[in-house]
């Protein structure tokens, strides 16, 4: 943490802020997420900080509450796009030969259509539930943290401690999470940032799409498709989420753009 | 002996080809596979199992996948997509119009977004790290951090509901004159563009400053050459493939952007049928919609590949 600069520090503080809000909601939130308290769309009011939306119920818990539930599904999605496509694009540097060619070539198969038009097929047939909006969002993002992985690994395999190992005896799953993994570590940690940031955005699309989070549960990208009715009329509800993502994703860039520097000066340049 | 430039070209369609032919078994097998039983799902939980059979058989899925994905890849190489299981009507007659106004969307989007884009990204070389560069960029990664259908509203919100300067519902139809239609989708056409325009911009700006950094550029400045007549003459022409690489990535993702779009403006495009139909779990036309979208993505793709071998000077007179 030392030398820290002031934008980094700052985007880590408003990072922490969001998700210590979203892990304490039932406790910071004034209301309940479902109960109605007032009129439609009431202006901001002192009972009502941010107004209330198109049932009237409190806009400002909604927006705790979807808070928790997008960082939530992002945060886990994000877990599971990196578990899988680090460990599938380690293996596939450290195997090489065949392995790679077929991992390679399926994950740029993948890659070639358009994620969003990619989940809209799966989610046709698929029951939409947090469970399984988590695993469609992280697979179709671990083809991302795969092509990056593989990469590094890749340069990473052919350092002299790791053959230094190879000759020692030992195995290929020692190779990848005793020598590549410690290695690679840093630029897989900047990139977990921005797949964080691209989770959230996603998951907000598609609930915003109506294939998302269902209601009666609170997320971003469902408040915005709750009062969109309400912009014609002058009623500005539906655009307080796009503070909420914006504040969220330009701190977590900040973060992630300190990190790629530091470990890109730390290492003479490997991993730009 | 082909020349080698031709064979280039030849094995890079093919590839391409190939490609489309692996994503359409894909989206077969996405939607037919997955879950065990189309129709069940279709249904509900709750369905009488007489009922989920009917569909079944209607649906042709009692025949095994490998019969049923052959035909539908051959009936939709000649363009029959079969019938919309929501309302029996054809499909693709309802695409083909619905394709047309997504193209003009997307065509208006384009035709403004890429001149901007490599405008500013000059602009933002010529004055690298002053003022002009700062709030460029600032703007535009701003632009990058929200989703879409945010910036959709936003912009709704400020140009049609608070200056009332264009319609906030983009419906068009065949009556419309060309300037009507362009009014309509004022509003789609400018979120489009503003979301192409950051990636467009920051990646002209990359390319040239790549360029810049080369020996000939140095030796231009030293020559004393005017920093704009360096830009354009000397670091712009070396710059053009990767310029153009930009341009046409930057336009598969508009085709994927205008989805979102068409749903926040209700504009009778491609992204707001596929949409719906998603939703009504309408298997066919999700299968159709994704062929398409797949397709149009992976061509524009293609033509990127093409353009930068074409520009490539060594590749064009190998020794």
């Known amino acids: ?272 | 002996m082909m020349h080698p430039i031709l064979t280039l070209l030849v094995q890079r369609i093919a590839l391409s080809l190939l490609l489309l032919l692996a994503v359409s078994v894909v989206i077969f097998v996405g939607t037919e596979i997955l879950p065990g039983d189309v129709a069940r799902v279709i249904l509900g939980q709750g369905a009488p199992e007489q009922a989920v059979e009917n569909l079944r058989a209607q649906m042709g899925l009692d025949r095994p996948a490998t019969v049923r994905y052959f035909e539908w890849l051959f009936n939709a190489l000649q363009g029959d997509f079969g019938v919309a299981l929501s309302n029996r009507r054809d499909i693709a007659t309802a695409i083909g119009q619905r394709l047309g106004n997504t193209m003009f969307l997307a065509a208006v989007a384009a035709a403004f977004a890429v001149p901007l884009a490599i405008f500013l990204g000059l602009l933002a070389v010529r004055y690298q790290n002053r003022w002009p560069d700062r709030l460029i960029s600032g703007v535009t990664l701003t632009a990058i951090s929200l989703p879409e259908f945010l910036l959709g509203y936003v912009i709704m919100y400020v140009f049609a509901v608070q200056l009332g300067w264009f319609p906030s519902v983009s419906s068009v139809h065949g009556g419309m004159s060309f300037w009507q239609k362009l009014n309509a989708v004022a509003l789609p056409a400018m979120v489009l563009t503003l979301v192409v325009l950051a990636h467009m911009m920051r990646m002209t700006r990359a390319a040239i400053l790549n360029v810049m950094q080369s020996a000939y550029i140095e030796t231009a400045e030293l020559k004393g050459l005017r920093k704009l007549t360096l830009i354009f003459r000397h670091a712009m022409p070396n710059a053009i493939a990767p310029i153009v690489n930009v341009v046409m990535i930057n336009l598969a993702y508009l085709v994927v952007g205008v989805v979102v779009i068409e749903v926040v403006f209700v504009y009778p495009g491609m992204g707001q049928y596929l949409v719906d139909h998603v939703s009504r779990r309408d298997v066919p036309v999700v299968q159709a919609c994704g062929l398409i979208f797949a397709t149009v993505y992976i061509g524009l793709n293609l033509v990127a590949d093409l353009v930068s071998i074409l520009t490539n000077p060594r590749l064009r007179h190998p020794k």
């Open chain 1, 1 to 272: 943490m030392k030398g820290m600069p002031i934008s980094a520090a700052l985007g880590l503080f408003v990072t922490a802020l969001f998700f210590l809000a979203a892990i304490f909601a039932p406790w910071i939130a004034p209301y309940s997420p479902t109960q109605i308290v007032g009129d439609l769309w009431e202006p901001s009011s002192r009972e009502h900080w941010l107004g209330t939306d198109n049932l009237g119920r409190d806009l400002l818990t909604r927006m705790i509450y979807g808070g928790r539930t997008t960082i939530f599904v992002a945060s886990a999605a994000t877990l599971l796009s990196f578990t899988l496509g680090a460990i599938l694009g380690f293996t596939a540097a450290v195997y090489g030969g065949w392995v790679d060619q077929v991992m390679s070539r399926a994950n740029d198969l993948v890659m070639s259509i358009p994620t969003l038009i990619f989940a809209l097929v799966v989610l046709s047939v698929m029951p939409v539930t947090i469970p399984i909006l988590i695993l469609v969002i992280g697979l179709l993002d671990s083809t991302r943290v795969f092509r990056l992985s593989r990469a590094v690994a890749v340069d990473i395999n052919v350092m002299d401690y790791v053959e230094a190992a190879r000759l020692r005896g030992e195995g290929q799953a020692w190779v990848i999470f005793r020598e590549i993994l410690p290695n690679a570590l840093s630029p897989l940690v900047a990139e977990l940032g921005l797949r964080f940031i691209f989770a959230i955005l996603f998951i907000s699309t598609l609930s915003f799409l109506g294939l998302g989070v269902q209601p009666p549960l609170a997320d971003w990208g469902g408040i915005v498709r709750d009062n969109r009715e309400g912009i014609v009329w002058g009623i500005p509800a539906a655009l307080i989420p796009a503070f909420a993502i914006v504040t969220l994703s330009i701190s977590v860039n900040l973060v992630a753009d300190w990190m790629l520097n530091r470990t890109t000066s730390l290492k003479g340049g490997r991993g730009v």
